[in-house]
DNA sequence: CATATTGTTCGACTGTTATCGAATTATCCA
DNA sequence: TGGATAATTCGATAACAGTCGAACAATATG
């Protein structure tokens, strides 16, 4: 609805490959399924941390989340903001809809 | 319509890694703009095959374009056919479908 | 201030991938 | 059968990616 910007195939190719390490998409999918849109993550309780929470619900460890974290942010497919030592994520809704756009022919 | 296989996050993460080469991503798109789905591939003139046209369109040389072909074809995002001395591509809409739910929420 | 918690950065290792050209296979046709 | 065309396979090379643990930085709290 607020995106309308025109993507080039290099960076549909790089949203890709952002998916396409199973642990990256399984955080995604994880912070697509507790998230709500536009809003901070809360996963199941309220007062855990986004990071944390996902190495703890995937078992990897917090660098790697991290490293994953960063790379999803990259490319646009999530959005953090800081709340004391915890890093909260959601997904962006604009991303997600150009990505059900580009499958939609 | 017809595919209704639930599929997991790591058959998921490989078809985005078919898509995250910008060139493998190329072939995709052309195959996707050119074909009616559920035929076989045309391109712009009727009696030329699709990895030769796809190769000269895009600029890569044939066993590159070969070598993608076949990495699309495992994952299941395209499927082919042999028509003599070619070989017709076409995508598969059931599995553009299951992408497009992917991303439905 | 000292300590605990949360997350990031760094270095290393291992494995994978994209690309090309050469050789090979398959098919058609004269 | 022999030549032409189309595509695949193979080998090599160069670049990149995922993962981990250790060290570091930031924040909260006693």
Redesign the pocket.
Known sequence: MSNNKTMTPEEFAEIF?AL?????LKIFTLLASCCIPGTVSVLDSDD??????L?RELD????????????LRRVGLIR?R??????LCWVDPDLVNALRDFFAF
């Open positions: 490959k396409s390490n199973p642990n990256r855990t941390a986004c990071v944390g929470d190495g990897i460890v917090k660098s790697t989340v991290s490293h994953h974290i960063k790379e953090t800081r709340d004391g030592q915890k890093i």
